[in-house]
């Protein structure tokens, strides 16, 4: 650049500086917000944003910026001394800016599920940052941006959560070109959220145990499970496919090493870490990193406004608001809806079940359904959507799923009285209304010191302070608040239940530890919206079908999204293995229709 041209360029970039300072409006001053606190400490527009001042939708120029100042995730988080650590979470490395806003409130991404205090740095004021209603953000001022631009790909995702990035990572090694979107600031949909495992019938990991499985008994018991009203043919394919999925995931460098029982099934089936660590934070570390090796094109804060078609019964494309952007059009050849489910969606479910409406949710803030309408808008069937999951072990009035594998490694269920009143490990349909029919519509998880040690998940649940401890099991009913001699007698039964093999009181078919000291825990459960078993209807290629019974061509679906694979009530287990199963068919069979197409 010459001499002439750097000074308008200057200029220019000092117009644009003061220009994009208004359009923030009467935000930008407020000294309590970042970019406040920002320039009280001599820190410019341009050292966060750069020269220029256009900031794409995904934030990714500006965190790097951050990161550069501040440091990374690793670093932020060995500077912090409590046990809460927002640096350190199951979220994972994600963008900075998810939480920490430069000219609004910033608002701790955490809060949206969890109540614990979320201090940080330039919240600004008390009322900004503790609505927890997450609405999709556009930057101030870009609102209703509409803007000319296009692009084109070969396969647009919609919904970054596991379908979503299995999907793409299949249609990017099949030689498509891939963008996804994401409309949350972070990725990883309810996937992120996963505690128990991928249910897998005979693969490597089962048989190196000496375990027989089957994929026929997978079959049955999902059947059954759903109350027959699955799709039989959806979920041969989710059985007989689900080994090849763990597989899939080992060579993208997951660990699947490790096995426990779930709910309405007779054998370790589900395959999680080893030590039974939480399966989805780990898969889509996985993920964003086998992404990210392969460069495909992630866009967070790109929320799909509308799926395009030419009118003649194919898709086109999507039209996508972008935070940043505003509103713009992506041509594709295939799209897949990956966009989950709407279990976070407090209308959507009462609006089905008027008795769900204000049960907590298991779900991400994100979990809202629309992709569902989207595909209906595109002509796509639904189905099933009144079909909605109450799971039974929320911990107590939080919003902190406990995991059926706690059950699976070992806890009894106790009502109030202190004694068992259920097969701890039935569907959870049936453990649910169980609870429900207690007068108190709750109840404990009691477990000893044998089941701790296998689960390290129940670390992360005292960390959070949902496990009531004491060195006896009396001490520990006191605790609980239920009548000591009754919780005695009930672990004591169990216990020779677990000594002889065999449950008479509610025929478990496995009891995998005691309930041993030489301390004793407790979690007080009740019910939650976890899972919406309806959607988009698909065929076994993952192909979405219209109303009148055929596919739509160009376009697919997978994982919580769809409906049909898991009937009437699903499986705990079943969720991973439908979005690596379905998400690796439809990435591979987008990829090869447009090269049948070209
Ligand atoms: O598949 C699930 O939803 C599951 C296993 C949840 C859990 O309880 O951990």
Not at 164 to 175: C, F, K, L, R
Not at 352 to 366: C, D, L
């Amino acid at each position: 650049m010459t001499r002439k041209t750097i000074v308008p360029a200057l200029l220019l970039s000092a117009a644009l500086l003061i220009a994009a300072s208004a359009a923030w409006g009467e935000d930008s001053s407020k000294s309590s917000f970042l970019s406040g606190v920002h320039k009280k400490n001599q820190v410019t527009c341009a050292d966060c944003h750069g020269k220029s001042l256009t900031v794409d939708d995904s934030e990714t120029a500006l965190n790097k910026n951050c990161k550069g100042c501040h440091g990374g995730f690793a670093d932020l988080a060995a500077k912090t001394k409590e046990h809460i650590n927002p640096h350190n979470s199951h979220l994972g490395d994600t963008n900075c800016t998810a939480c920490h806003k430069g000219h609004v409130a910033s608002k701790a991404y955490c809060n949206y599920c969890h109540s614990f205090a979320m201090k940080i740095p330039a919240m600004g004021t008390e009322k900004e940052s503790t609505d927890k209603k997450w609405v999709q953000e556009s930057a101030p001022g870009k609102k209703d941006l509409k803007s000319n631009r296009v692009e084109s790909t070969d396969v647009v995702v919609i919904g970054a959560g596991g379908s979503g990035y299995v999907a793409s990572i299949t249609a990017h090694d099949a030689g498509a070109k891939v963008i996804l979107l994401e409309k949350m600031p972070i990725t990883g949909g309810n996937s992120m959220l996963a505690a128990g495992g991928i249910n897998a019938a005979r693969t490597r990991y089962q048989e190196r145990l000496g375990m027989h499985d089957d994929p026929a008994e997978m079959v049955k018991e999902t059947m059954k499970g759903g109350r027959d009203k699955n799709d039989p043919e959806l979920v041969k394919v989710l059985a007989y496919k689900s080994a090849d999925a763990v597989d899939f995931l080992v060579s993208l460098g997951a660990d699947m090493t490790d096995l426990v029982r779930s709910g309405g099934v007779a054998v370790d089936r589900t395959h999680r870490p080893v030590g039974g660590a939480a399966v989805g934070p780990h898969l889509i570390k996985v993920y964003r990193e086998n992404a990210a090796k392969r460069n495909i094109d992630v866009r967070v804060n790109s929320e799909v406004v509308q799926i395009l078609s030419d009118g003649k019964g194919r898709v086109t494309g999507v039209q996508v608001k972008g935070k940043h952007s505003g509103v713009y059009t992506i041509n594709a050849k295939a799209v897949i809806d990956t966009a989950g489910g709407f279990a976070a969606n407090n209308e959507l479910v009462g609006s089905y079940k008027p008795q769900f409406r204000e049960t907590a949710s298991s779900n991400q803030p994100g979990a809202t359904g629309e992709g569902m309408f989207l595909a209906e808008k595109a002509g796509a069937k639904l189905i099933d959507m009144e079909q909605i999951q109450i799971h039974p072990t929320m911990g107590g009035d939080t919003k902190v799923l406990v995991s059926e594998t706690v059950r699976g490694s070992g806890a009894i269920l106790v009502n109030h009285a202190g004694k068992r009143f259920v097969n701890e490990l039935t569907t959870r349909d049936k453990a649910s209304a169980a609870i429900l029919a207690q007068p108190e519509k709750s109840a404990f998880l009691v477990l000893g010191e044998s089941t701790r040690k296998s689960n390290v998940q129940i670390d992360g649940y005292i960390a959070l302070g949902l496990v009531q401890q004491a060195d006896s099991v009396a001490a520990l009913a006191a605790k609980m608040g239920v009548p000591a001699d009754a919780l005695t007698a009930t672990v004591a039964a169990y216990n020779k239940a677990f000594e002889a093999k065999k449950d008479p009181e509610f025929q478990r078919q496995d009891i995998p530890r005691p309930v041993d000291g030489p301390k004793y825990y407790a979690i007080w459960v009740k019910p939650g919206r976890h899972h919406t078993m309806g959607g988009v209807k698909i065929n076994t290629e993952a192909q979405v079908i219209a109303k009148d019974g055929n596919p739509i061509t160009g376009f697919y679906a997978a994982g919580e999204v769809t409906g049909g694979v898991h009937g009437w009530n699903r499986l705990g287990g079943n969720a991973i293995t439908d979005t690596v199963v379905f998400g690796r068919i439809a990435g591979s069979n987008a990829a090869s229709f447009i090269k049948k197409e070209k």
